[in-house]
């Protein structure tokens, strides 16, 4: 049976709206607190479900080597053709993040925007979590970012909908599941007199929930934030953002 993420219409669809260039700019902005947050000095960076390249490309800018993992054939194509525009070498490699590893490969590991928490089976997470472990090298350390448990539910809104500068109108409808695990997505893009309907659902992690999935995966001093600027992940957060380290032995 196909995921949802396997459906490459999906990304091509929501491509204007999930990456949009002010959202494509505001990771430029990220790099800088995201490394100060992690303070290491890395010589080898892997941007895990890097999408467009969002984070690879301004890294690379920066002269860090990078590796880009994706499954989806058309962000890497947008990702190359973003990464010569920029005049930067990334290396990039289509495979599942289940099966991505490269043992003692890496300093530094990202997975940002919400690209965590896809598989039902939540043995998946924590492979994906493990294979991370094992492509870095000790002293490196995994920064995830995504949307916690606790400001969905502060917030939480069964539907909303935004209009954009084209005239098209995307609808989202949320629904929670299984006990507060998991979260359904529907999303209809109306453009004109075509009207698409995408269904997108992942599990939702609470801090200490994900704190504990990164602490099975062999990660140490696993701290949470709720931005990239380092705030305390409390009432106010945003974001949840999870940085493990693998110790040196
Ligand atoms: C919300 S986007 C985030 C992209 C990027 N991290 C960013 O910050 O812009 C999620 C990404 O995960 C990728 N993805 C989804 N399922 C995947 C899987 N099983 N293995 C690898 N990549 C996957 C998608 O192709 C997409 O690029």
Not at 214 to 226: P, S
Request: charged share 30%; with cysteine; net charge negative.
């Amino acid at each position: 049976m196909t995921e949802w993420f396997e459906d490459e219409s999906l990304w091509i669809e929501t491509y204007p709206y999930m990456f949009s260039p002010s959202r494509i700019a505001a990771a430029e902005e990220e790099v800088e607190p995201l490394l100060r947050l992690v303070g290491i000095e890395p010589q080898s960076i892997l941007d895990l479900c890097c999408g467009p390249g969002r984070f690879a490309i301004p890294l690379a800018r920066r002269g860090y080597r990078v590796t880009g993992v994706d499954r989806t054939a058309f962000f890497l194509d947008k990702a190359r053709e973003r990464a010569a525009a920029a005049n930067v070498e990334v290396e990039w490699v289509q495979e599942d993040m289940r099966t991505f590893a490269r043992p003692c490969a890496f300093d530094l590991a990202l997975s940002m925007f919400t690209s965590f928490g896809y598989f039902e089976d939540k043995d998946e997470d924590l492979r994906v979590l493990q294979n991370a472990f094992e492509s870095l090298r000790p002293g490196g350390a995994l920064v995830m970012d995504v949307v916690g448990k606790e400001r969905l539910a502060r917030s939480f809104q069964p539907t909303s909908s935004r209009k954009y500068a084209d005239g098209s109108v995307v609808i989202d409808r949320r629904e929670v599941l299984d006990d507060w695990t998991r979260i359904r997505m529907e999303w209809t893009i109306i453009r004109g007199n075509d009207v698409r309907v995408y269904t997108v659902h992942h599990t939702v992690y609470s801090g200490q929930e994900l704190k504990d999935r990164f602490t099975a995966a062999g990660f140490a001093d696993v701290k949470l934030y709720g931005s990239i600027d380092g705030a305390p992940y409390g009432l106010e957060a945003d974001r949840l953002i999870v940085v493990g380290r693998k110790l040196a032995p």
